[in-house]
Nanobody, 121 residues
Framework: QVQLVESGGGLVQAGGSLRLSCAAS????????MGWFRQAPGKEREFVGV????????NYADSVKGRFTISRDNAKNTVYLQMNTLKPEDTAVYYC??????????????WGQGTQVTVSS
């Protein structure tokens, strides 16, 4: 069982920055690819980005590419989402998720509770 706890959300003006953190309880954190997702009111949850278990590979949604950066510190069992040049359309609840590296497909095994990010215009 892996418990994930996000933090760092809040209210920021358009053009500003926030860094989200996601702390994992697992001793085997490095066995998991880590993803970030978000869900805006009235919309489906959408993929934001993912980082491989060793940190050597990252993929991002087109909507955040060039503005958001995912990183991880396996020694601290933590993954980060640095969000720059924020836009009002980035407003959403942001979730981190863990995917066992041997899993086939795009499903994730564990999810955090989410943290609210609100970008004012």
């Amino acid at each position: 069982q892996v418990q994930l706890v996000e933090s760092g959300g809040g209210l920021v003006q358009a053009g500003g920055s926030l860094r989200l953190s996601c702390a994992a309880s697992s001793r085997t954190f490095s066995n998991y690819n880590m993803g970030w997702f978000r869900q805006a009111p009235g919309k489906e949850r959408e993929f934001v980005g993912v980082i491989s278990r060793g940190g050597g590979s990252r993929n991002y949604a087109d909507s955040v590419k060039g503005r958001f950066t995912i990183s991880r510190d396996n020694a601290k069992n933590t993954v980060y989402l640095q969000m720059n040049t924020l836009k009002p359309e980035d407003t959403a609840v942001y979730y981190c998720a863990a995917q066992y590296y041997l899993r086939v497909g795009n499903e994730y095994d564990y999810w955090g509770q989410g943290t609210q990010v609100t970008v004012s215009s």
